[in-house]
């Protein structure tokens, strides 16, 4: 009955599950552990009888200025998973992603029935240049993806091997940056690259249950994204504490500082660790390997502990999110007695 009512590729698909692992110290999803506490009186005189503005315009203004952008370069998004769908809908596929990375490139563009085209990152999980040009030439992708800083690995990729896609690329190049405030690298907004569209996320800076994101990139490209935007696709709550937060860049700058110092400690003291493997980050979470990962995983678990496992090529693999002081300690104290380093 369903295969003759629903899509042939929705029905193929395995359903993307979040599950909600009940822990003490959550260091699975690259949140920020810093949550800026709103005034209440925010709420004071706030109707809720007429539709957000839709366009954002206060929102953009306050972003426009920040990014060195016209107001007109950029598109928002109920996160940036929503502009990953306005994305693939507007260039269409095939769709290419350098493997391992983000999921949900792939996803929705399964969901929207586009091909993908997936390239390894090379050993050190950076651009494997000559094999993703190679496969531009053949494959022609209209979207490609770049992640950098790459989840779940963490680093950044070379700019110059970024910069050589870009001018390979036969379509747009998607550079998402959702890491780069906790990176040291330049990012490509303003780069001035036609074909590239970059996008930004509030999520990863404080601000993850707002769901906002940004895609900012040449004015004729946004224009045809915000074609198939929802009018009202981010609410007037999440519009003004958007703003709010991006005015008040303190927070943001004064946490993720402290995120960064916090990562520097994790990352040398879990590369002292015998029988771990830990990788640079220029994230907030940190990618690292054990022996025995099924064991790790459970343990860390029992003890309220909650990290990502990964999988496929990545099976051994966990990506824990830098936490406060206290759950980094906690973290550690565990897993060092866990992996018997004590
Ligand atoms: C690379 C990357 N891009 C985008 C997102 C999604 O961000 P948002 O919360 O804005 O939808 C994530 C979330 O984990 C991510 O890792």
Known sequence: MLSRLVKENILALKPYEIKDIPCRVKLDANESPYGYVFEERLLEGFKPNRYPDPQAMGLKRVLAKQL???AENIVYGNGSDELIYYITMVFGGPVMVLQPTFAMYEIVAKVLGEETISVALDGGFDIDVDRVVETINKEKPRI???????NPSGNAFERERI???INAATGVVIVDEAYIAFSS???FINAHYENV????????IGFAAL????AIGYERLIAEINKVRLPYNVNTLSQELAMRALDNPYFINHTVEKIVEERRRLYETMRGLHGIKVYPSEANFILFKTKSAKDIYASLLRQGILVKKLGGALEGYFRVTVG?????????RTLREITGNV
Do not use: A, H
């Open 68 to 70: 060195n952008v016209k």
């Open 144 to 150: 490609i993806y770049i992640s950098s800083p790459n």
């Open 163 to 165: 910069i050589q896609v």
């Open 185 to 187: 690298v330049e990012g």
């Open 197 to 204: 569209i970059v996008m930004r996320t509030m999520s990863k």
């Open 211 to 214: 769901r906002m994101g940004f």
């Open 324 to 332: 406060t002081p206290d759950e980094n300690e906690f973290f550690l």
